[in-house]
């Protein structure tokens, strides 16, 4: 095996059919040669770890879905990922945003779940309320699966990739299904409706207020 991306085709392969149980664990014995771990994917002796993301593509390629992947891969970790919305977005600015529809947001979660063994969840952009409900209507199908919430509501460039009116459901929905939630200084304000922090000790008083909301 050359490389990572090797053994992600022979999986996909073993997954379509084209590779033989009796084939397979010669397969599994090269993964295994290759890259000296233990694999947690596919079968009891071969696993990888596997994370979903939960967020919005960036065609500029620096945030969301594409940073996601290309971090899990970064760490040698296989990443599944579920799409909540399209911004059509560049280094500069945000030029426009399509929301996925609920539905396929939660449809998307549901066809992972039933074939992916998930081991942590990492959350970003949402948009609409809507689309929060949804995704906390996935999580069910993930039982015991660490959840890192990242609060998104404005991109770098400064525009906004959160509906105003879905704060609420943000706070109330998912942050009590979360085991990490990463807010920066401005979210972390919006979250708990106050003026942003101006020191440490604010920080930690926040951070408190954000914890009894309901994040492990």
Same mark, same amino acid.
């Given at each position: 095996?050359?490389?990572?991306?090797?053994?992600?085709?022979?999986?996909?392969?073993?997954?379509?059919?084209?590779?033989?149980?009796?084939?397979?664990?010669?397969?599994?014995?090269?993964?295994?040669?290759?890259?000296?771990?233990?694999?947690?994917?596919?079968?009891?002796?071969?696993?990888?770890?596997?994370?979903?993301?939960?967020?919005?593509?960036?065609?500029?390629?620096?945030?969301?879905?594409?940073?996601?992947?290309?971090?899990?891969?970064?760490?040698?970790?296989?990443?599944?990922?579920?799409?909540?919305?399209?911004?059509?977005?560049?280094?500069?600015?945000?030029?426009?945003?399509?929301?996925?529809?609920?539905?396929?947001?939660?449809?998307?979660?549901?066809?992972?779940?039933?074939? *992916?063994?998930?081991?942590? /969840?990492?959350?970003?952009? #949402?948009? $609409?309320?809507?689309?929060? =409900? %949804?995704? +906390?209507?996935?999580?069910?199908?993930?039982?015991?699966v660490p959840v890192v919430l990242d609060p998104v509501m404005i991109a770098a460039s400064g525009d906004p990739l959160l509906d105003?009116?879905?704060?609420?459901? *943000?706070?109330?929905?998912? /942050?009590?299904?979360?085991? #990490?939630? $990463?807010?920066?200084?401005? =979210? %972390?304000? +919006?979250?708990?409706?106050?003026?942003?922090?101006?020191?440490?000790?604010?920080?930690?008083?926040?951070?408190?207020?954000?914890?009894?909301?309901?994040?492990?």
């Amino acid at each position: 095996l050359g490389s990572g991306s090797d053994a992600w085709k022979y999986w996909d392969e073993r997954r379509a059919g084209k590779i033989s149980d009796k084939d397979w664990v010669d397969v599994e014995a090269g993964i295994a040669r290759s890259y000296g771990t233990c694999m947690t994917m596919g079968t009891a002796s071969t696993m990888t770890a596997i994370a979903l993301t939960i967020a919005g593509s960036d065609s500029g390629g620096g945030a969301g879905i594409q940073a996601d992947l290309k971090t899990f891969s970064a760490l040698q970790v296989y990443g599944a990922s579920v799409i909540t919305a399209l911004t059509a977005q560049n280094t500069v600015r945000v030029e426009a945003v399509h929301v996925v529809p609920p539905d396929f947001v939660l449809a998307q979660m549901r066809a992972v779940a039933s074939d *992916l063994e998930v081991d942590a /969840i990492k959350i970003g952009m #949402l948009a $609409t309320g809507p689309v929060i =409900e %949804a995704v +906390a209507e996935g999580l069910k199908d993930y039982p015991g699966v660490p959840v890192v919430l990242d609060p998104v509501m404005i991109a770098a460039s400064g525009d906004p990739l959160l509906d105003p009116d879905a704060v609420d459901a *943000l706070r109330s929905v998912l /942050i009590p299904l979360a085991t #990490l939630i $990463t807010p920066n200084l401005a =979210e %972390a304000a +919006a979250l708990l409706a106050c003026s942003p922090a101006r020191n440490e000790y604010e920080m930690a008083m926040q951070a408190w207020q954000l914890k009894d909301a309901g994040a492990k």
